[in-house]
Every structure is written in structure tokens, then in C-alpha cells.
């Protein structure tokens, strides 16, 4: 069990046991094979190298079959993807292999405590022009909106101590630049998860006959991969800021484009929580309450009682959520979260509740901390680095570095301001970190 949270998954496109030199140098270690694929002059060049391949059956299929087939074979596990993949699970296990579930998103309201929890649904991240204009659509923060998955992961993060997979695949017919795909491997860490890398047709094509820039590309992925394995530490680290926001997944936690990502484009430090974890502890330092959940756990009372705020919607506010397969906001629903974000812009102001970021527009942050020191997390979402961003930081901080890939780590001066610390940061790429103790 202690394996697989190590694994660091991709989507595998041949059956060639050649291809596995493919993975020289980048820390890929585990592949997702389709059923077609399954050969055993493969497998054996797999088991050589340390690298678990892992059948996907899909549950439309014949899973007790399959199953089978794949224990025979020994494959390291399943991946069970797509609809009623819980209902199939129990037939999947009979087999011995270790099960993992690819689901709908509504299927982690009760995620695993512990092994790997997992979904293929999920927005393509980055910036991505509206289909009948060409141009970015703004949200009710009036910042270009982006499509992310980081809030979903960030709630179920706060849920479970498993380790969290995004399956989502590439859109279909289109062939994407390497940095689209750095981007999804960011968004997914932002969050302390992993995504399952997934390549566009033409770049596997391209892959499989060894076009010297698609290896570049495969290459600056898997250094990007490298980079955040070596910050494994990064994963156990805690949501730290003042504000947090209680939410069900009922009231559009397990939505794309909700209330936290919402939150997040503002690089307000969040905690998301469900009510069952609200607790004075997990509410130690908070200052500022976005409650959408029903009811008043009397943590919350101790905000109060300590001279916190409480944010919330007009009574009869209803998430807009259209059907229960909705797991990204429609754009058509957006303006009805306008009401909320101008409560939340009132309650909030221009005041740092533990880090603000200046000058990253574009870009998401998600602050984590150890108890004892800081890790901003920070992933760009434009195609271009981002230049001369700013942090101020609650509190005397001494020690600054900046961490990026390809990159050495890099001593950062600190200054005092009105608040505490202030620290500059040059340039970020796709995805840095600053480290403060």
C-alpha cells in the first residue's frame, strides 16, 4: 500500500516494449494500459525497470474478465474508470490486484481514508477562450477566469489523507503546446495532487517515432515531474491563512470554477472545510468565515466571540448547480455568484489575512505551512512567465528562497513592511515556490 502513493502515473500509448526507454530519466513509474495493450514481452520489459503498469477496465466492459485477464498476466493493479466504477469494484477486487477508482466526482462525497482517491473528470486548466468568441471570459472577480481544478482537489484534500489522482484526458482534436500540459501537472499540485499524464494523439504519434521536439517536450514535462517529487514534503503541509470557508460538496465544493476557486483568483489564503472538520483547532488563527453551510458548529461562535468576521450569502442563495453528472460551472451561471463575491469583496477589503501577491494576475497561490515554515505554492496559467511579483507576508519572516524548476534554489532578501515581511520575486515560469522560515 505504501507503493502506491509513490506511484507517479501516466497514460501509456503502446504495447512496444522499446517505448519504455521513453521513461530514461523521468520519474513516470507507473503507466495506465488499455486492455489492447496488455502484452506480456511489455510487462516483462516493465517489471526489469520498476515500473507497475496498472490495466484500465471500464466498467461497461466485462470487468470480471478483464480482471482476470489482468490477474493471469500479473499486472500491479486496476484502474476502474468512468461510471459506476464503485459498483464494479467489488467484482475487480476478486481478482487480488489492488483497485483504484477513476470516478465521477459525486462518487468522493465519502472518499478512502487512505490509498489513492481518484476521478477523470476535470477542466482542462489554463486560460481558454470562449468556444463562440476567441476571447478569455472574465468572472464575477473581473480577472480572466480560469479553468482550474485546484479548488475541487483543494476541498477533497481537506477530506481525506489518500492520495489524490486527476485522470482528465486532453480535449479530443486538438494538439497542444508542452506547456499546456506542464499547467495540468501544476494545477494538480497546487493542490497536493498528482495528474495522470495524458497526451494529445499527435504528440503520442510524434512520441512513438521519436521526433526529436516531442522527446524535448515529453523531457520538460518529466523535469517539471522530477522537480515536485523532490517536494514530496509539500503534500503533507496544511492550508494556512485566516480565512476559511465551510462548505458541502451539496453546495458546489466538488464544482470547477466554485466559491473557492472563486476565492483563490484574489490569492486570498483559504481553508476549505467541511462542517464535519470545523473544529477550533482547524479554525486556530482564522479571521474571516465564508460559511455556505447550513447550521452554526459552535466553533464558529469562537470566531466570532474573537472579534472574526462571518461571510455568507442572502438567505434562499442557492449554489448554481444544473444536474448531479455537473462538475465544472457553467459560464451561463456565473453571474448568479456575483452577489456572493460582493459580500466576500465587502468582508475582505484590502486587508492580508497571512499572505497577499501583487502583480500575479493569471496566476494561483496556495499557501501551505508545516508549523513551522511557509510554502506559497505559485502556478501560472499564461503562456508567457510573469514578471515582478510581489508578497507581503504577516509577521517577521528571515529566512527567503525561491524554488522553480530547472532552476537552483535561490536566497530571496526580505524587507520590512507596514504588515510584517515583503519579498520580491523576478520571473515565474509555469510553477515556483518561496519558502519562508
Same mark, same amino acid.
Given at each position: 500500500?505504501?507503493?502506491?502513493?509513490?506511484?507517479?502515473?501516466?497514460?501509456?500509448?503502446?504495447?512496444?516494449?522499446?517505448?519504455?526507454?521513453?521513461?530514461?530519466?523521468?520519474?513516470?513509474?507507473?503507466?495506465?494500459?488499455?486492455?489492447?495493450?496488455? $502484452?506480456?514481452?511489455?510487462?516483462?520489459?516493465? =517489471?526489469?525497470?520498476?515500473?507497475?503498469?496498472?490495466?484500465?477496465?471500464?466498467?461497461?466492459?466485462?470487468?470480471?474478465?478483464?480482471?482476470?485477464?489482468?490477474?493471469?498476466?500479473?499486472?500491479?493493479?486496476?484502474?476502474? @474508470?468512468?461510471?459506476?466504477? $464503485? &459498483?464494479?469494484?467489488?467484482?475487480?477486487?476478486?481478482?487480488?490486484? +489492488?483497485?483504484?477508482?477513476?470516478?465521477?466526482?459525486?462518487?468522493?462525497?465519502?472518499?478512502?481514508?487512505?490509498?489513492?482517491?481518484?476521478?477523470?473528470?476535470?477542466?482542462?486548466?489554463?486560460?481558454?477562450?470562449?468556444?463562440?468568441?476567441?476571447? &478569455?471570459?472574465?468572472?464575477?472577480?473581473?480577472?480572466?477566469?480560469?479553468?482550474?481544478?485546484?479548488?475541487?482537489?483543494?476541498?477533497?484534500?481537506?477530506?481525506?489523507? &489518500?492520495?489524490?489522482?486527476?485522470?482528465?484526458?486532453? +480535449?479530443?482534436?486538438?494538439?497542444?503546446?508542452?506547456? $499546456?500540459?506542464?499547467?495540468?501537472?501544476?494545477?494538480?499540485?497546487?493542490?497536493?495532487? $498528482?495528474?495522470?499524464?495524458?497526451?494529445?494523439?499527435?504528440?503520442?504519434?510524434?512520441? &512513438?517515432? =521519436?521526433?526529436?521536439?516531442?522527446?524535448?517536450?515529453?523531457?520538460?514535462?518529466?523535469?517539471?515531474?522530477?522537480?515536485? @517529487?523532490?517536494?514530496?514534503?509539500?503534500?503533507? #503541509?496544511?492550508? *494556512?491563512?485566516?480565512?476559511?470557508?465551510?462548505?458541502?460538496?451539496?453546495?458546489?465544493? #466538488?464544482? !470547477?470554477?466554485?466559491?473557492?476557486? #472563486?476565492?483563490?483568483?484574489?490569492?486570498?489564503?483559504?481553508?476549505?472545510?467541511?462542517?464535519?472538520?470545523?473544529? /477550533?483547532? /482547524?479554525?486556530? !488563527?482564522?479571521?474571516?468565515?465564508?460559511?455556505?453551510?447550513?447550521?452554526?458548529?459552535?466553533?464558529?461562535?469562537?470566531?466570532?466571540?474573537?472579534?472574526?468576521?462571518?461571510?455568507?450569502?442572502?438567505?434562499?442563495?442557492?449554489? +448554481?448547480?444544473?444536474?448531479?453528472?455537473?462538475?465544472?460551472?457553467?459560464?451561463?451561471?456565473?453571474?448568479?455568484?456575483? !452577489?456572493?463575491?460582493?459580500?466576500?469583496?465587502?468582508?475582505?477589503?484590502?486587508?492580508?489575512?497571512?499572505?497577499?501577491?501583487?502583480?500575479?494576475?493569471?496566476?494561483?497561490?496556495?499557501?501551505?505551512?508545516?508549523?513551522?515554515?511557509?510554502?506559497?505554492?505559485?502556478?501560472? *496559467?499564461?503562456? *508567457?512567465?510573469?514578471?515582478?511579483?510581489?508578497?507581503?507576508?504577516?509577521?517577521?519572516?528571515?529566512?527567503?528562497?525561491?524554488?522553480?524548476?530547472?532552476?537552483? +534554489?535561490?536566497?530571496? !532578501?526580505? *524587507?520590512?513592511?507596514?504588515?510584517?515581511?515583503?519579498?520580491?520575486?523576478?520571473?515565474?515560469?509555469?510553477?515556483?515556490?518561496?519558502?519562508?522560515?
Amino acid at each position: 500500500a505504501s507503493a502506491l502513493t509513490g506511484w507517479v502515473p501516466a497514460r501509456w500509448f503502446s504495447s512496444d516494449p522499446k517505448s519504455l526507454e521513453l521513461l530514461d530519466g523521468v520519474p513516470v513509474n507507473c503507466l495506465l494500459l488499455e486492455p489492447g495493450d496488455w $502484452r506480456a514481452g511489455f510487462l516483462a520489459g516493465a =517489471r526489469e525497470r520498476k515500473v507497475a503498469v496498472l490495466g484500465v477496465i471500464h466498467p461497461a466492459g466485462d470487468v470480471g474478465a478483464l480482471a482476470a485477464r489482468a490477474a493471469s498476466l500479473k499486472l500491479d493493479g486496476l484502474v476502474l @474508470e468512468g461510471e459506476n466504477s $464503485r &459498483a464494479a469494484a467489488g467484482t475487480a477486487r476478486s481478482s487480488g490486484l +489492488p483497485v483504484i477508482e477513476l470516478g465521477p466526482r459525486r462518487a468522493l462525497v465519502e472518499p478512502p481514508a487512505e490509498g489513492i482517491a481518484g476521478t477523470w473528470q476535470g477542466v482542462w486548466p489554463g486560460i481558454n477562450p470562449q468556444e463562440d468568441e476567441g476571447a &478569455a471570459l472574465a468572472g464575477p472577480t473581473s480577472t480572466p477566469w480560469l479553468d482550474t481544478n485546484s479548488g475541487f482537489l483543494r476541498f477533497l484534500r481537506s477530506m481525506t489523507g &489518500a492520495t489524490l489522482w486527476i485522470g482528465n484526458r486532453p +480535449p479530443p482534436g486538438k494538439a497542444f503546446p508542452v506547456i $499546456r500540459y506542464q499547467q495540468a501537472v501544476a494545477d494538480a499540485a497546487l493542490a497536493g495532487a $498528482r495528474w495522470v499524464v495524458s497526451l494529445d494523439e499527435d504528440f503520442e504519434r510524434r512520441l &512513438a517515432a =521519436r521526433d526529436s521536439k516531442a522527446v524535448r517536450d515529453w523531457r520538460e514535462i518529466g523535469s517539471l515531474l522530477e522537480f515536485l @517529487e523532490e517536494q514530496r514534503g509539500w503534500r503533507a #503541509m496544511r492550508p *494556512y491563512g485566516q480565512v476559511a470557508l465551510v462548505q458541502e460538496p451539496a453546495e458546489g465544493a #466538488m464544482i !470547477s470554477g466554485g466559491v473557492l476557486d #472563486m476565492l483563490a483568483v484574489q490569492h486570498l489564503p483559504v481553508r476549505p472545510l467541511p462542517p464535519a472538520r470545523v473544529t /477550533s483547532a /482547524s479554525l486556530d !488563527s482564522v479571521w474571516l468565515v465564508v460559511k455556505l453551510a447550513e447550521g452554526q458548529p459552535e466553533a464558529l461562535l469562537g470566531v466570532a466571540r474573537a472579534g472574526g468576521a462571518m461571510a455568507q450569502p442572502e438567505p434562499g442563495w442557492k449554489f +448554481p448547480i444544473a444536474s448531479a453528472d455537473q462538475y465544472a460551472i457553467r459560464k451561463a451561471d456565473l453571474p448568479k455568484l456575483e !452577489s456572493l463575491w460582493q459580500i466576500v469583496k465587502q468582508a475582505t477589503g484590502r486587508q492580508n489575512f497571512g499572505v497577499r501577491l501583487f502583480n500575479a494576475g493569471s496566476m494561483l497561490s496556495n499557501p501551505l505551512t508545516d508549523g513551522k515554515k511557509l510554502a506559497i505554492l505559485l502556478v501560472n *496559467y499564461t503562456g *508567457y512567465p510573469v514578471e515582478a511579483i510581489t508578497v507581503h507576508l504577516l509577521g517577521t519572516w528571515k529566512k527567503v528562497r525561491l524554488l522553480a524548476p530547472g532552476r537552483a +534554489p535561490r536566497e530571496l !532578501s526580505p *524587507y520590512p513592511t507596514r504588515d510584517g515581511t515583503g519579498v520580491e520575486i523576478d520571473t515565474v515560469g509555469v510553477l515556483a515556490a518561496v519558502e519562508v522560515e
